[in-house]
């Protein structure tokens, strides 16, 4: 049987699988068809997974209001798994985000022990201006945590919400931990929500692009984002097997409950602390059928047209209607549906006084190795490639890096080598060859024995030279742009 060779698989996607089941994040492949022009590390799966991206995605397709969020915590070189970050904001900001990019002096002052002033060095120095060299726009915003009162008056806030036990639960925190470290944390899930704050646009779905060790973050902030809102939407399932959706208020004004239930189309409930929804109707689902309504009257009309599509959909046999349609309409109603009833809330909710965060979402990407295999480590100059390494020092230790190739030459052409072990290989895949062919190619031919390890290297040991050679230059030219950008330092 002719197996299909597949340019981008790797080991280590087997062990991160492992993340889907145990976090519950979701594989990211399946989401490719819904995004546009994807991004090189999405196609190659460096990006393997997400939550809640499909929002991302939807907003980057309709043009609707998103943003995407990350921060830096100042602790020493600014290195190609940085940039790893540094292309995803960018790539999101292209495509219409509002992009926040927080640099975490709070951490680095309470985990590292470092002076502000180190901070705002390291800070400036090492990741704001290889953020711009890479293609940032000034219409982002750059802050150091301490600088920003918004952040830190809602890290306080969040504080009300989280306790020893869980935070211990979710870090290891100890008796010894101090109390800085753990307002630092607070202060990480305050950036994360940060850009649904009203005086940024309120409520929006915020993608944060991580490694996968950086989920717990990210899970703390979800829940967090849950317990500050006024209300929470639950699905629910009637004892005759319907489903339907419940907007619980534990402590919300009675009369934030009776707007909602004014504002939402369909067939509602009021109880004393929630509403049911039990009805509502759907943009998209009506679409599908050719039938448009204007976005004001969206929701006025809402309940009649899709009730008769719904009939229609009950009704029709196949082959008018498959069952598989069927299924597809109707999930895709109870998405749309929710989706409607967040933005409701949502409003009602910052109208009466309180937050309405939508979770965040996220994409995991996976690690960069160390160039000589195993973990790169800051203490181990040769592991990693700083972006501000000398040139010709880069394509050195990209000369010097481990391969996946067979000790002997002989070996190599009958045995072929392992690309998937192979360190060139994967600054390769990772950074520096832009064609998905000529990577194919490579691998390929690695692969059957007829590459050997000598002409990767010397191809990427120049490409490394050419592309730190440009970023250097474009660093300097963004030392001198520096006054352009929004950047809030410490006062
Ligand atoms: S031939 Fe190239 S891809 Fe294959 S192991 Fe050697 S360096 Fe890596």
Not at 82 to 110: C, Y
Not at 138 to 148: A, E, K, M, N
Not at 418 to 431: A, G, I, R, T, Y
């Amino acid at each position: 049987m002719h197996t299909k060779l597949d340019p981008w698989s790797s080991s280590d996607i087997t062990d991160y699988s492992k993340l889907f089941e145990e976090f519950g994040i979701s594989p990211f492949e399946n989401l490719l068809p819904e995004i546009p022009s994807p991004h090189t590390y999405m196609r190659r799966r460096v990006i393997f997974g997400h939550r809640d991206y499909e929002q991302i995605a939807e907003a980057m397709r309709s043009g609707a209001p998103f943003s995407v969020m990350d921060g830096f915590m100042p602790s020493g070189k600014v290195h190609l798994g940085h940039k790893m970050v540094m292309d995803q904001i960018i790539w999101h900001q292209e495509r219409g985000a509002s992009a926040f990019v927080g640099i975490a002096d709070r951490e680095a002052f309470s985990v590292r022990g470092f002076s502000w002033q180190k901070c705002r060095e390291i800070g400036v120095e090492e990741y704001i201006l290889s953020l711009i060299a890479l293609g940032f726009k000034p219409d982002g915003l750059i802050y150091f945590q301490s600088g920003c009162k918004s952040v830190k008056d809602l890290a306080f806030e969040l504080g009300v919400k989280v306790n020893f036990s869980e935070l211990s639960a979710i870090y290891g925190f100890s008796g010894e931990t101090n109390l800085s470290h753990m307002l630092s944390v607070a202060t990480q899930a305050a950036d994360i929500l940060q850009p649904q704050l009203d005086e940024f646009g309120g409520t929006k779905p915020v993608v944060v692009p991580v490694g996968p060790d950086q989920d717990p973050h990210l899970r703390l902030t979800r829940g967090l984002a849950g317990k500050m809102n006024m209300f929470r939407i639950e699905e629910r399932e009637t004892s005759e097997g319907w489903k339907y959706l419940s907007i619980r208020g534990k402590g919300a004004p009675k009369e934030a409950l009776q707007e909602l239930k004014k504002r939402i189309p369909g067939k509602v409930k009021l109880y004393e602390e929630h509403i049911d929804v039990l009805q509502t109707p759907d943009s998209a689902f009506l679409e599908r059928f050719g039938l448009q309504i204007s976005q004001p009257e969206k929701r006025k009309y809402f309940m009649t047209q899709i009730q008769e599509i719904a009939k229609f959909a009950n009704e029709a046999k196949p082959p008018e209607f498959s069952e598989y349609e069927k299924y597809f309409v109707f999930r895709k109603i109870w998405k749309t549906t929710r989706k409607v009833l967040e933005e409701i809330v949502a409003e009602v909710a910052a109208e009466f006084g309180s937050y309405a965060f939508m979770p965040p979402a996220s994409t995991y990407h996976r690690f960069m190795s160390g160039l000589q295999g195993g973990k790169m480590s800051s203490s181990a100059p040769d592991s990693y490639i700083a972006l501000t390494d000398d040139p010709k020092e880069g394509a050195k230790k990209v000369k010097k890096a481990k391969t996946g190739g067979c000790v002997t030459l002989e070996e190599q052409k009958k045995l072929g080598g392992k690309p998937d072990e192979c360190s060139v290989f994967e600054l390769m895949l990772f950074h520096l060859l832009e064609k998905d062919e000529e990577l194919l190619e490579i691998r390929q031919e690695c692969i059957s024995g007829t590459r050997m390890c000598g002409s990767c290297k010397q191809l990427a040991a120049e490409k490394m030279y050419e592309f730190l050679k440009d970023h250097q230059e474009k660093r300097e030219l963004a030392r001198e742009q520096l006054n352009e950008y929004n950047i809030v330092y410490k006062n």
